[in-house]
């Protein structure tokens, strides 16, 4: 027989929260490791103890902060939206079911009432948290860079105007970006989004022509929790800020690495001789496979005297330093004894109309050398999968499911503190599975 059920009635029922969510639920596993009373006091000062409306509580709006991005809610509205009919965020948040959820444009008062400090103050906290928890273990940290779609289109795309010259920026046609020749003209130094003016215009090889940000993240190799996520702009190259955010970490949370991987892009000669100096194991690949191998470096045959800073032909004639410049220094031959060598011939070749030998050592070139000879090895190559698979799963699971991909606000800051709350959700995940 059909059953059919028969519409009672609605009565005012006593509902209780801490029955209906279950034990199971990944909040309540959430809730026993996130404490956030420090935030009362970080945040006093922003506040006025005597004048004004009370605002939302930012216990509150932190904890609203992690539903969203734990969630991967695309936006404020829809943040709010979801409070009002799931008992398990009510229950979280400590609301009970009669109690109004906070307006959406509430919060973004007061994420700008805050700051970025604040922000960055909630990350740090949580991170040393992972750290007495015993999941940030400091032997293996990994740094990488992803681009973040900055929330502008290219139609917002304007060419910036002398600073004599009048008249309104002139607009540049979205379907024109598509155009090669044009897209190369769109640079930073001439273009800019006048809906975030901030961002940059990138256009590389398997991304799409748009307005991006770039996150510098660093994990820790023993359970991938973030360490550092610190935002630029899209064009902003990762070496530019690498040395600045290794020395933030190892200050902040007294870390002692014993090896640091990193991808290509940041293979050059400083950043080998940052981590020499700091006894830090780099396992990071050369950005060219050519470095300290042109055309005039040294070849088989010439030894460098570290003492006199000279080097010896493969023939005993020695080789002394002239003009350095260029990120090199030149070494010649310069007593003419090339013009008797019964050699000459031969160690010329290829060196077009010079009259003597010469070479050209980097700045860097001991740096070279030992990424040279260990880039073949069995180990380093296993380092540099340890890598792709750990901060490159991070990325992915990130913009998966914590909404790392696309920049909800605009500006440097705001981002900032979006990422900053992206890491924090990612990090309360591993802390809730102890």
Known sequence: M???????????????????????HRLRRVDSVLDLRFVYSLTKPLYSARMGRASIDPVMFFKMEVVKYLYGIK??????????????????????????????????????RLGEDVFRAVFERIVIQ????????????????TLISANAANKSLVERTPKRSRGRPRK???????????????????????????????????KPARFYYKSHCTIDGAHKVITDCHVTTGSTHECTVLTDRVDYQLKRFHIKPKEWLADAGYGHGPTYRFFRKRKITTYIPLRDNKLGKGKFSPTRGFVYDHKN????????????????????????????????????SSCLKGHGKIKSRRVQRSFYQEEFDRVHRRRTTKQFKGKLRQRAWKIEGT????????????????????????????AVAHNLKRLAKL
């Open 309 to 344: 800073d000279v080097y010896r032909c493969p023939y005993g004639y020695t080789l002394t330093p002239h003009k350095p410049s260029n990120g090199f220094t030149r070494y010649v031959i310069t007593g003419g004894e090339c013009k008797t060598c019964p050699f000459r």
């Open 75 to 112: 936006s404020n509205r829809q943040l709010c939206e979801d409070i009002q009919v799931n008992l398990a965020f009510r229950w979280f948040l400590r609301l009970a079911v009669d109690e109004q959820v906070p307006d959406h444009s509430s919060l973004s008062k007061v994420r700008d």
């Open 130 to 145: 992972c750290q007495k928890a015993g999941l940030v273990k400091g032997n293996q940290m990994i740094t990488d860079a």
């Open 395 to 422: 990325f992915g699971e990130d913009k998966s499911n914590h909404d790392l991909g696309r920049a909800q606000c605009r500006g440097l800051a705001k981002v900032q503190s979006q990422v900053y709350m992206i």
């Open 2 to 24: 059909q059953g059919r059920r028969r519409p009672r009635p609605v009565h005012p029922v006593v509902i209780d929260l801490e029955q209906l969510v279950p034990r199971s």
């Open 172 to 206: 540049v046609s979205a379907v024109a970006l598509n155009d090669i020749p044009v897209k190369k003209k769109v640079k930073k130094e001439t273009h800019f989004s006048k809906t975030d003016p901030d961002a940059s215009f990138v256009s590389r090889s398997g």
